[in-house]
């Protein structure tokens, strides 16, 4: 799975900046450097001590193209474990990428996404969890997600999970032990204790299950659909939690053909947000197709937002809405409450899992809004400092070691052999390992990383 290849890669955003780094990592990174970086000091980066940095000058084909400063870290104690060189220049466009160029005629290859943080990953220097921590943190936007990520950084997560795989291998080698040495008069583990150990780490999981559930919405974000019958205040509202003018707002029903997508912040709540046409019966072709799409959308959607008009009575297309969210997670917005309320919000409320009183005009009822998303979606009991699972692959390997740890109960209880036992058992310790990366598969792992982006 390793490639000694040497790669390089621009490690900084596609867009001018103050500065540009071209990173270059592999047994001949130092060697490729020196073919494209003269230091003033005119000492060769190969003669270099690791955590140096040299000012000089860039070079492609014998000519200079701008002053930099080359870093330069030996292995092991680099990012990826290997020869590190790290050149930085002024950070525009043409000098970064003609920079890149230069390091690749010199003998480097192209670095796919994510290569540097594979490299770290199978040199050691971090797991997988660990390493998918890495886009996480890069990713977050909110205090919360990039602290979630950091903890995970840091290995708290990974040393959760190893706690955890341990009781269950320490039980497990027991059992083998003496299920294939009878002869050697090994005490047979009693079922009172493979019970607690199977029941405490089948809780521990739970617990990190739940966390991931509970923080999904800061994380993640939540993929979200406002809906609601024309004119009750959905395109306001859109344009009150993106804090600009998204939809168009008028008085004449219908306007809104199209889905309107944004993401927004609320709070440390991120949402994948779309603006839908109004639901109802119309003739117009052009907006029939339109509600066709927001009743699409609201099928797909983690989180419906139904919009009300708190100064009319329902109607029989507001009940059909309900109707139609009963099965999905759901909040309703009961807009225009400066204005007398007709609605009948017991009804609302006994037909979705919370409401919330608002005027989308004026933007009042917004703090109670965005108390009550993070009730709903769980966000509130959400502790980043915690070791949380932060990826869905994570959550995957986590649940397939829960039910096997069910499987091994439910073994136990039945009268079942130790041997049957214990493969259930060892099922579980594979999908924890996984999870890590000590026995994930090459699959698995490129997986992983075809989810970076480039020059990380």
């Given amino acids: 799975m390793q ?4 790669v390089a890669a621009i490690a900084t955003p596609n867009s001018a900046g103050g500065i ?73 466009l043409y000098v970064t990428k003609r ?3 230069a390091v690749l005629h010199a003998g480097a290859q192209p670095a796919p996404a994510g290569e540097f943080t594979k490299r770290a990953f199978l040199n050691g220097r971090i797991d997988l969890a660990e390493a998918e921590s890495v886009m996480a943190l890069i990713g977050a936007q ?10 995970t950084l840091e290995g708290k997560l990974s040393q959760k999970i190893s706690q955890t795989a341990h009781s269950l291998i320490s039980v497990c080698a027991h059992m083998s032990a003496w299920v294939d040495y009878p002869d050697e008069e090994i005490e047979e583990i009693s079922p009172n204790e493979l019970k607690s150990v199977f029941t405490t780490a089948k809780t521990e999981l739970l617990k990190m299950l739940q966390s991931f559930e509970n923080g999904r919405a800061v994380t993640q974000g939540v993929d979200a659909v406002i809906v609601g019958r024309p004119n009750v205040g959905k395109s306001k509202l859109m344009n009150l939690l993106s804090g600009y003018e998204r939809s168009i707002v008028t008085d004449i029903p219908g306007t809104t053909r199209d889905i309107v997508e944004e993401t927004v912040k609320i709070g440390d709540i991120i949402l994948r947000l779309a603006d839908t046409a109004g639901i109802r019966s119309t003739e117009n072709e052009v907006e029939s197709i339109g509600v066709s799409l927001a009743k699409k959308r609201l099928t797909r959607a983690q989180l419906v937002i139904a919009v009300f008009d708190a100064a009319q009575e329902l109607t029989e297309e507001d009940k059909k809405i309900l109707a139609d969210c009963k099965e999905k997670l759901t909040l309703a917005v009961i807009n225009k409450s400066d204005l007398e309320k007709c609605a009948d919000i017991d009804y609302i409320k006994d037909n979705t899992n919370a409401s919330v009183l608002i005027s989308a005009k ?13 009730t709903l979606l769980g966000t509130a009991d959400f502790d980043p400092s915690a070791a949380a ?3 869905e692959r994570q959550r995957l390997c986590c649940e397939r070691a829960v039910d096997n740890i069910e499987e091994a109960l439910v073994a136990l209880e039945s009268g079942m052999t130790l041997d049957a036992v214990n493969v259930c058992a060892d099922c579980a310790v ?5 999870l890590t990366g000590e026995r994930a598969g090459e699959a698995v792992v490129n997986e992983v990383f075809a989810q970076f982006c480039v020059g990380k």
Avoid at 63 to 84: N, W
Avoid at 362 to 371: A, I, P, R, V
């Fill in 142 to 151: 909110g205090e919360q997600a990039a602290s979630a990520a950091f903890n």
């Fill in 430 to 434: 594979e999908a924890l390992l996984e």
């Fill in 362 to 374: 004026n933007g009042e009822g917004f703090e109670e809004l965005e108390k009550t998303l993070a």
């Fill in 3 to 6: 490639d000694n290849k040497t």
């Fill in 20 to 92: 540009g780094i071209v990173r270059i990592s592999g047994k001949d990174a130092l060697k490729i450097a020196d073919k494209v970086f003269i230091a003033a000091s005119g000492k060769h980066l190969c003669d270099s001590e690791g955590y140096k940095a040299h000012f000089g000058t860039i070079i492609d084909s014998g000519e200079p193209v701008d002053e930099g400063i080359a870093l330069v870290f030996r292995a092991p104690k680099s990012y990826t474990g290997e020869d590190v060189v790290e050149i930085s220049c002024h950070g525009g």
């Fill in 99 to 101: 920079t890149l160029r």
């Fill in 389 to 391: 699972l932060t990826t």
